[in-house]
Structures are given as structure tokens and as C-alpha cells.
């Protein structure tokens, strides 16, 4: 069965220092979200792609956050510089068409120190 | 505000019991809802989909139903067994507002035995 792939699986890095965080999702899957998640949480959007384009980044934190899926299929989030709150679980997920069913992959746990 | 309510963040039950987890929404008018279930460290998987125009919707033990009246859904699970301990989330997206789903915070289920 075909499955969303995120790595690392978990990085522990310093404020202020750089990170960044890769996702391959389903193949065929026009549709990809970043999602941060809190502890305790429902996960949040951060960005939705539609191929190669930005669909939605209106809770991107742009100071700081950027997203990319340059040829339409993986995809990569960074940060810089990394913030003591930006510790949380990062999602990615995939999606055939945008509004269906969304396959979430495995997570990235981010502890900023 | 819009936002997702999930009755409770926890939810004990007892080995071959009924888990009702409850969904609560407000200023929205999904097309429909979702549930998913995460385990700890782990992306959320999807489990159902019911649509506005379905009432009740099931998937081997698990049973879902929609009240577009009362603005609510609730999940069950029949027969529960220890594997099913987990956090269930409901997400919806909501209309006119892109294709990302909304998630709430989450029920944790532990079923003992």
C-alpha cells in the first residue's frame, strides 16, 4: 500500500538554528499539506500545494517558514531561525484531488532546545 | 468563532463495550466530516467519511452519524477491544474556504481489559 513519506523522523536542534523538514507523498497525489501539531492538538495547516503552486499559506509564519514542491511532487518545509514554540509534530499529507481524503505520513517531531 | 469540539480528551472504557465519541461544530455547513485516528507518535490514518445527505455511515465495528440539525456527529466503536485505544479526531473542511480540514483537538480512548 502506497504511503506518504516524511523524514527525519525526529530532529532536535537549537533556537536559532536552521531545519528542514522533507516529504514524498503518494504518487499521483496532486494535492500536499504541511500541518504542525501541538501536543494535545488537532493538527493546523501551514500550507497546501496544488501541483507546484501555493494554494494556501495564510498561516505560514513567513518571517520565518517556507515551503516548496518545485516539480509538483516532493516537498520540502524550513525553518529559520527555529523558535522555542516552533517545537511540535510537522505532517504531511496527500491528497488525489483537493477536498478528499487526505493520507497523512508518519511525522517529523521537532524539539527546539 | 468557528471551531471543531470534541466532547471530552478522554474517554475510559471497558473491553467489549460501545465507545461514543461525540463531534460538535459551529458556523460551519461541512459537505462533510471526517474521523481519523492517531496513535502516539504517529500521523492520523483515515477511517470515515459521511456526507451531508448520509445519517449514518458504518465500516465493519466503527459507525458514524451526521446531524447537519444539531451540527454534530458521533463515532462509535462496538465490541471495543484494548486495540482500539487511540486518539480520535473528527476534521471537516469547511465551504468556501479552501480544502484543508479543520481538525478537533482529539478524544483518547483507552479501552482496558
Known amino acids: 500500500e502506497a504511503e506518504v513519506a516524511q523524514s527525519p523522523r525526529y530532529k532536535i536542534t537549537e533556537k536559532s538554528q536552521a531545519v528542514a523538514f522533507w516529504c514524498d507523498p503518494i504518487s499521483g497525489h496532486a494535492t500536499l499539506y504541511w500541518y504542525r501539531q501541538i501536543l494535545g492538538q488537532g493538527p493546523e495547516l501551514l500550507v497546501q500545494?496544488?501541483?507546484?503552486?501555493?494554494?494556501?499559506d495564510s498561516q505560514l509564519p513567513k518571517d520565518r517558514f517556507s515551503a516548496e514542491r518545485l516539480k509538483g511532487v516532493d516537498s520540502t518545509l524550513k525553518i529559520q531561525p527555529a523558535e522555542l514554540g516552533d517545537s511540535a509534530m510537522y505532517l504531511c499529507?496527500?491528497?488525489?484531488?483537493?477536498?478528499?481524503?487526505?493520507?497523512f505520513g508518519p511525522g517529523t517531531r521537532l524539539l527546539v532546545l | 468563532s468557528q471551531k471543531i469540539e470534541q466532547n471530552s480528551e478522554a474517554l475510559n472504557i471497558q473491553e467489549g463495550k460501545t465507545a461514543t465519541l461525540t463531534c460538535n461544530y459551529t458556523?460551519?455547513?461541512?459537505?462533510?466530516l471526517q474521523w481519523y485516528r492517531q496513535d502516539p507518535g504517529r500521523g492520523p490514518v483515515f477511517l470515515l467519511l459521511i456526507r451531508e445527505n448520509e445519517k449514518e455511515k458504518r465500516k465493519e465495528r466503527l459507525k458514524v452519524t451526521f446531524d447537519t440539525t444539531l451540527k454534530q456527529s458521533l463515532f462509535h466503536i462496538t465490541a471495543s477491544q484494548p486495540a482500539d485505544s487511540a486518539t480520535y479526531l473528527c476534521?471537516?473542511?469547511?465551504?468556501?474556504?479552501?480544502?484543508?480540514?479543520?481538525f478537533g483537538k482529539g478524544t483518547t480512548l483507552s479501552v482496558s481489559s
Open positions: 499529507a496527500s491528497s488525489f484531488v483537493q477536498g478528499e481524503t487526505q493520507y
Open positions: 476534521a471537516l473542511i469547511p465551504p468556501q474556504a479552501g480544502t484543508a480540514l479543520i
Open positions: 500545494f496544488q501541483d507546484e503552486s501555493v494554494v494556501d
Open positions: 458556523n460551519y455547513s461541512p459537505a462533510y
